[in-house]
């Protein structure tokens, strides 16, 4: 598929923001189905009341900035300005403001650009608005606070070491020109900021100071403020707050000068590289001149449609046929890192099978072949404005964006667009151009392209080391047959050409009359034994789209582990046997998902209600004729291993799972699936599996937007006519049993699965039991209270980590809360550190205890507000919507009722409801993921006997258990969990429905 333009990541913490872009794009990109969270993290809101304020500015400089011997300054300058100010000198201030009025706040910094955004409630607005602006008039940057928050910039490139796209990336960057800014450490760690500072007498306080006096000066910063003021209150408001903020009128850094920073020798090689992640891949990248300017024709975006197009005749469908890939996608994700003013990329990344890999010169060769194919026939204007067609609709009937969001992506194309252009620089095709679409196309030649492989094969071949995240890679020189072939005229393949006419592009628009009555929440219009439809026409956005999801329920899917990876395996080449009938539809904005639940399989799609029946019958059909072909059965597999092992080496997937495993009963975990999985399964077991699969259902379905109730019933009636499923002969629960924990503190401490990686994972687990509504929303309320003072204690004040944070657990209708800790093993020992959480929950006793009447009403009121806000929209109110027809609970006024035990709610209530947590009844676990490094008595690249040799890639398929020290000799290690947990009493199955 084409690359996204990137989203900067959100962090769960309560401030200062991640560098670059999400993992998300890349490394979640091995399959086409996502997990279904225990805890349901739906944005709790309904529709009475207004949306929330938000605000962002963006700088005109970043990490290109920083000085040669200070790298990362730029991004720990944006960490520190967040740290007090004069008029506000309160260290964790803002955040504390912001928490207490239901507000969030982040920031980012990228190559030219730094930008910080925050919301909170309407009536607050003001005030955090005069808060923030403090960070660019008079911030303190204390000494004291710098010497911690290094720790935070520490642990967040820690976390970021072991992700596959920023290695990469990083990689990348090292090829450029000597002293390009491309080449920059733009992260900056403990060593670039602490460390190498105080042995050269570099004073990062004076440095950080001059640097804000130098950059962040006013007349190169954007702002943009949204909320439900007149236009000339914000103003007012605006000129009155901001019109202190110093304007040094110094020129802006320009770097644009500064051109073809990859014009070198060693670009146009092939590199080998070790991946952290088992993943076959290949990108084939070309740093073209940069092309910003070219904005109103976007011609990356009209050649990555192409490549990235997955019909007939593309070159994934070809690859697909050949079973080498199983993704690809290209273009440029408009960060800074891809597009700036020295150069734009284009890269093409394809994730290959193991028998792609073994003939990636060959998956090479067909790029070059179709890239050959467009330079040959030139631009087309019949795809040009097909494309625009699209954006244009997509555009017209866009659904609004959460504020934060909009506001940040306001605020940057103010710095990149003319006035006219603020809100559709970076979404509209304005102009065809072919000269210019043409320009960039021919200059993507097999000579000028960089070929890096990503292969655990490389293991051992990799020589050279990558500086700053130790990636391990070699350079070679192309092949010269292909390199030769490749100079020359080479043939063009007849299977690759471009895509037909679209016929899923809606063209009617119009919105339907409703054939019965409104209702406020969805109505079960139809229930029979082999199904049920819930129904909800829209008549608040007001859009031409709509919602429809069905849950196929099945009680095969927990028999075994076995048919967990079975299940896997189908929803897998389903989505495989789909993607290129099904890709028009993608492309139309028509979207699908295929999910493989815990209980049932899933299917979603939404978009322009025209043409959606026609993609929701067609993923019915493709099920209903399900077919495995024996190379494609081996190619998903082979991939799912991968994806396994993905999962498990990451401490926090790791922490889920043993957590889950030892709270609900008979679920399986990730190693029982990864264990059967590597035992081999065969077609037979799959078919087999399937055909009893589809023999036996309970369909559940929810149909939002703009149908009739007519329209809507054939959604159902098509499941059911097309499959010819028998009902369930037995009810199927669709949650989990779960067990009662004992009244005393347990603890389970797991080596990372991840070999030689620092980073370790804490959780501290209390369980309170089967509790009703109004527990849960006072859990809601406690945690909600926890959040500032834990990111206080345990992050700015004991620096542990980067992620620090306290959740509200509903684990199939049990309820708990925990404590989450993210550390580095080279720096504290999880034992230590769950010492630490103790103290904290220590000192939120006292906190709680001296609570205010007022402190509790103002989160209260905070609470209430999030739950009134208004949906941006309709799908917010639909994922809510569904989570009550997925859990089978159908309490769609869920917020009302929660609003209403909020307001009943008392302080002592609260206070004695977290005191019930602590004490000697308590029902404490832990959970402990150990990293690699000197506090757990492993060195983080550990020498291993020379008859063996060693791999990078740990096992996986079996836990090490550790034993406690004397530091926690009060907790009951666990280390074998069936034998703890079926000594246990089960709750009974629990829904919230009172």
Known sequence: EEEAAAAEEEDDDSGEGTEEESEEGEDEQDSDFEELEEDFDVKKKKCSSEKQSAAALCIGVGSFSDPDDLPGLAHFLEHMVFMGSEKYPAENGFDAFLKKHGGSDNASTDCERTIFQFDVQRKHFREALDRW???????????????????????????????????????????????????????????????????????????????????????????????????????????????????????????????????????????????????????????????????????????????????????????????????????????????NTTYSIFSISITLTNEGYQNFYQVAHLVFQYLKMLQTIGPQERIYEEIQKIEANEFRYQEQTDPIDYVENICENMQLFPKGDFLTGDQLMFEYKPEIISAALNLLTPE???????????????????????????????????????????????????????????????????????????????????????????????????????????????????NLVLFDIFVNILAHNLAEPAYEADVAQLEYKLVAGEHGFVIKVKGFNHKLPLLFNLIIDYLADFTAAPDVFDMIAEQLKKTYFNILIKPEKLGKDIRLLILENSRWSMIQKYQAIMKGLTVKNLITFVDSLKSELHAEGLVQGNFTSMEAMEFLHYVIQKLQFQRLSVEVPVHFRVVELPQKPHLCKVKSLNKGDANSEVTVYYQSGTKNLREHTLMELLVMHMEEPCFDFLRTKETLGYHVYPTCRNTSGVLGFSVTVETQATKFNTELVEKKVEEFLMYFAEKMANLTDEAFKTQVTALIKLKECEDTHLGEEVDRNWFEVVTQQYIFDRLNREIEALRMITKSELVSWFMEHRGPNSRKLSVHIVGYGDEEQDSAGEPTPADQPSSSYGEVSKLTFLPASQLLADATVITDIRAFTSTLHLFPFHKILK
């Not at 903020?245 to 770097?255: E, R, S």
């Not at 690859?319 to 994700?333: D, E, Q, Y």
Request: proline share 6%.
């Open 448 to 562: 000028k392209a960089n070929l890096l492989l990503l292969s655990p094969e490389n293991e051992g071949r990799c020589e050279l080391k990558e500086k700053w995240f130790g990636t391990q890679y070699s350079m070679e020189d192309v092949d010269k047959d292909w390199r030769g072939r490749w100079v020359g005229d080479f043939e063009l393949n007849p299977d690759l050409h471009l895509p037909a006419e679209n016929k899923f592009i809606a063209t009617d628009f119009t919105l339907k009359t409703s054939d019965c009555p409104d209702t406020e929440y969805p109505v079960r219009i139809v229930n029979n034994e082999r199904g049920c439809l819930w129904f909800k026409k829209d008549t608040k956005f007001k859009i031409p789209k709509a919602y429809v999801r069905f849950h196929l329920i099945s009680p095969l899917i927990q028999k075994s582990p076995e």
């Open 133 to 339: 602006a403090q960070f660019f008039i008079c911030p303190l940057m204390i000494k004291d606070a710098i010497d911690r928050e290094v720790e935070a910039v520490d642990s967040e490139y820690q976390l970021a070491r072991p992700s596959d796209s920023h290695r990469k990336e990083m990689l990348f960057g090292s090829l450029a020109k000597t002293n390009h800014p491309m080449g920059k450490f733009c992260w900056g760690n403990a060593q670039t900021l602490k460390h190498e500072p105080q042995e050269k007498n570099i004073d990062t306080y004076a440095r950080l100071r001059e640097f804000w006096k130098r950059h962040y000066s006013s007349h190169y910063m954007t702002l943009a403020v949204q909320s439900k003021e007149s236009l000339d209150t914000l103003e007012e408001w605006v000129r009155e707050i901001f019109s202190q903020v110093p304007n040094n009128a110094l020129p802006k850094p320009d770097f644009s000068h500064l051109l073809d920073p990859f014009d070198t020798v060693n670009f146009n090689k092939l590199y080998r590289v070790v991946p952290v992640r088992k993943v076959h891949a290949l990108t084939i990248t070309w740093a073209l001149p940069p092309q910003e300017k070219h904005y109103r024709v976007k011609p990356l975006h009209y050649i990555s449609w192409l490549i990235g197009h997955e019909g007939t005749g593309s070159i994934l469908s070809l690859l697909r046929k050949k079973c080498w890939a199983l993704a690809l996608f290209g273009g440029n994700s408009e960060t800074g890192f891809d597009q």
